[in-house]
């Protein structure tokens, strides 16, 4: 696959079925992703990847927190600033009401929150999910490392024939998660992928982005 094609077919999928990744298809993604840049060649990233009894059973801990209306364990990382403003206020909306749409929770379904966790705590079918962590002591050039590295995985999967999706959400239910992967306090989580197969039937949603003049300024050239 052409890394175009990669990029451009890689998108936040909510639906997987339950056809496994095999462990060599997996491991053959995290080794090639080990090639991912980070500043001072750090690699700051440490990933558990949990699948079977495990993730099962993770899923249901964290699903059963989701439907009691648990908040969540107290926030290491704020997920976006106390103050979003346009234009970052309008494009979060819009992808917000297209994303959980699309899964059939409407915008004025008093029971959106819950909903949303639920299906969040499920990893939404997928059968894999990979719990990405960062040392502590690490800052936010390292975050942004870690980012390009989860993406450097995303696309990675994409040549496999698979999807996934990053999940913040997996913060939320953090001492859950950490006790299940068994993450020394050392260690802080930034977020889950979900990893998979895509269910067939479910109409994929493609999430508009900015006009690139919004973004980008060309100077010079
Ligand atoms: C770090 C990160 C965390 C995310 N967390 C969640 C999440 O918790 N739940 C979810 O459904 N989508 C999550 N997403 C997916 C975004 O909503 C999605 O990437 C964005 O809307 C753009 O859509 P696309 O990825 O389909 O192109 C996350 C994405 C990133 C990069």
Redesign the pocket.
Known sequence: MDVYEAVDS?????AFSDEPVPRETLARVLAAATRAPSSGNLQPWHVFAVSGEPLAQLKSRARARAWAGDPGDEREFP?YPAELTSPYLDRFTA??A???RALGIERDDLDRPRK?AA??SGA?GAPVVLFCYLDRTMGPGQWGDA?MY??TVMLLLRAEGLHS??????SVYRRTVSEAVGADDGLVL???VAVGFEKEGVPP???A?ADLAETVSFIGM
Not at 10 to 14: I, Q
Not at 165 to 170: A, E, G, H, I, S
């Open positions: 890689r998108r936040a999928v909510r997920m992808a917000a297209q994303r959980y949303i299906l969040n939404f980012g989860l993406q999706c990053p999940q913040v959400m997996w930034f977020c889950g949603v493609r999430t982005r």
